[in-house]
C-alpha cells in the first residue's frame, strides 16, 4: 500500500520531482567530477611513491616525511640492515631541471637507487632500455610519461651542473610532487647533489618488512623517524593541503545536498498535510507514513544520484590528459553514497513533522 502512494505522488506531482531530481543529479555530477579531480591529484602526486616495492620509509628524525629536510648516512642505514628479515636501501630524492639537446626542458623527481639493491630490481628495472647502456650507473631511467618527448639515447643535461646523461631506458616511474620520476644509480644522485663530497649521504631508508618489526627500537639506534608508505605520502610536496581542499569542496557539496533535500520534502510535507491527516484518520499510523515518504525518497535519490554520476562518468571520459583526472570505482561509489546518506538525513526534518500531524485538521477541513 505504502509504496501504491508513494508511487502515485511521483507519477501525478512528476513535475516538481523532476526539479529537486535535477538539483539532485547536478550535485551528483559535481560531485563524481570533484571525485575525478582528487583522485587525479593524489595520483599526480604520490603514484610514483605508491608504485614503489616497500612497507615502510625511514627519515631523519623531525623530517616530518619530507625527502628534502632529510638526510642520512650510512651508520644509519646499518642499523636497519642489521635486522634479519627486513630488507633496506637507501634512496636519494630531489627535484631537478633537465634540458636535452634540442631544448627540451622538463623537470624530474631525481630518485637515486643503489643498482643491486631491491629498488632498482623491482622498480627502476627498465620495461624498455637501450641495449648499448649496461647499467642505471651513470644513466636515467625515465618515467613512461616522458616517452613522447624523449628517446633512448638522448642526453639530458642537469642544469646547476656541469652533469650531463643518457637515457638508457623507460619504466612505468609514475609521478612524485606532479613531477614525472627518473631513476639513477645512488652515486650519481650523491655526485649531483652533494659534488664531490658526498660522504655516502642519502635521504631515506626504503624498506620492505614481510613481518612487523621493532620500528621505535630501530628509530631510537638510527635517529630516525619510520612510517608506513601511506604516511610517508604527506611528505609529498602540496599533497596534504590539496587533499584537505578537495575534501573540503565535497563536504560543502553533500550539506548543500541535505539542505536541498531537506527544504524540499519539508515543503512537499506541508503541502501534503490534509493528506496524511486523513491516512491517520482511516488507521495508519506514524511508522506507515513515515516508510512512505522514505520510500518516496529513496526512489528520487536512487533515479537522480544514478543519472548525475552517469552524465559525470560520461564528461570525465572527456577529459583531456593535460588535466589529472581519474575516476576510480570505489571513490566514485562512495561519493555517490555519502550523497544519499546525507539527502536521507536532509529529510529528517520532514519526517519528524510527519509524525506530530494531528488526522483532527483532515476531519475539520473534511467537515
Not at 323 to 348: I, K, Q, R
Request: hydrophobic share 50%; charged share 15%.
Amino acid at each position: 500500500m505504502q509504496v501504491f502512494l508513494a508511487l502515485r505522488d511521483l507519477r501525478v506531482a512528476r513535475g516538481r520531482f523532476v526539479l529537486i531530481g535535477s538539483v539532485i543529479a547536478l550535485v551528483a555530477l559535481l560531485s563524481t567530477l570533484l571525485s575525478g579531480l582528487a583522485t587525479g591529484l593524489v595520483d599526480d602526486g604520490i603514484s610514483g611513491l605508491r608504485a614503489l616495492p616497500i612497507s615502510h620509509l625511514a627519515f631523519q628524525r623531525g623530517a616530518e616525511s619530507s625527502f628534502s629536510r632529510s638526510v642520512l648516512g650510512p651508520d644509519a642505514l646499518q642499523v636497519f640492515e642489521d635486522v634479519p628479515d627486513l630488507r633496506a636501501t637507501p634512496i636519494g630524492v630531489s627535484f631537478v631541471n633537465a634540458s636535452s639537446s634540442p631544448g627540451t626542458s622538463v623537470d624530474l623527481a631525481l630518485f637515486g637507487v643503489d643498482p643491486h639493491g631491491f629498488l632498482a630490481e623491482e622498480s627502476a628495472g627498465a620495461a624498455e632500455a637501450d641495449p648499448n647502456a649496461s647499467s642505471l650507473d651513470g644513466g636515467l631511467v625515465l618515467s613512461e610519461e616522458l616517452q613522447g618527448e624523449m628517446a633512448l639515447g638522448d642526453r639530458l643535461e642537469i642544469l646547476g651542473s656541469d652533469r650531463s646523461l643518457p637515457v638508457v631506458g623507460f619504466t612505468f616511474g609514475g609521478t612524485y610532487g606532479h613531477v614525472p620520476i627518473a631513476y639513477t644509480s645512488l652515486a650519481t644522485w650523491q655526485s649531483l647533489v652533494y659534488g664531490q663530497d658526498p660522504r655516502g649521504r642519502f635521504s631515506a631508508i626504503a624498506l620492505q618488512a614481510d613481518r612487523p618489526f621493532d620500528a621505535a627500537a630501530l628509530d631510537v639506534a638510527a635517529g630516525t623517524d619510520t612510517v608506513t608508505k601511506t604516511q610517508a605520502f604527506n611528505g609529498s610536496p602540496g599533497y596534504s593541503a590539496e587533499t584537505a581542499t578537495m575534501t573540503l569542496i565535497r563536504g560543502f557539496l553533500l550539506v548543500i545536498s541535505a539542505l536541498v533535500v531537506g527544504a524540499f520534502f519539508t515543503v512537499w510535507t506541508v503541502q501534503r498535510t490534509r493528506q496524511i491527516g486523513l491516512l491517520k484518520a482511516i488507521g495508519a499510523s506514524n511508522w506507515y507514513v513515515v516508510r512512505d515518504a522514505l520510500g518516496q525518497l529513496a526512489v528520487v535519490l536512487a533515479a537522480s544520484i544514478a543519472v548525475g554520476t552517469l552524465v559525470g562518468v560520461g564528461l570525465g571520459s572527456l577529459v583531456g590528459e593535460d588535466v589529472p583526472f581519474s575516476l576510480a570505482a570505489g571513490s566514485v561509489g562512495a561519493s555517490s553514497l555519502a550523497l544519499a546518506v546525507t539527502g536521507m538525513a536532509g529529510s529528517l526534518v520532514a519526517l519528524r513533522r510527519l509524525t506530530r500531524i494531528d488526522p483532527a485538521i483532515s476531519l475539520s477541513v473534511e467537515a
